[in-house]
């Protein structure tokens, strides 16, 4: 029997040498991520601290709950000095009681950077703000917010 000499014959190779590089291309997109610049720095008692969205993306499910990713960059203070730290969007800070029965919201992370998963509505509005809620071991409650950018807005 004769072997056909088609086109699918004499290029599939080609396919294999495409499936061992794709890998290469997704560790090198994985190794350069791209994020939206920081907002600007607030005061909040001790404490200097620069949140960053991880993306522009709207808010999306997680666990039942919406949540928009964020890193906040604490340029001053001692993280140590933190008993429990909150971070939501919405027209106003929810309180304390209610950010404790939760998972999400919390800041996680170390003294280079905190990772949060902000609670958030399901579609953001002009009137929301991004509202950080600390709490010290000395019981002081500290409540700061950011405007939304017109940038994250115009995800939706």
Known sequence: MARSNTF???HKFKLN???LLL????LYESLTPEFPPAWPAQQLGQFEIAPMPLDLKPPYAHHDQYVKDFLLMFNHGDIASIRQGYLNIGPAPLPLAELQQHEEGILHGSRHGQHVHAIAPPQLAVTDKVWLTLQTW???V???SWP???QLLAAE
Do not use: K, Y
């Open 8 to 10: 699918w014959q004499r």
């Open 17 to 19: 040498g495409l499936v």
């Open 23 to 26: 890998p290469i291309w997704f």
């Open 138 to 140: 000395q019981g002081e």
């Open 142 to 144: 500290l409540t700061t």
């Open 148 to 150: 939304l950018p017109a």
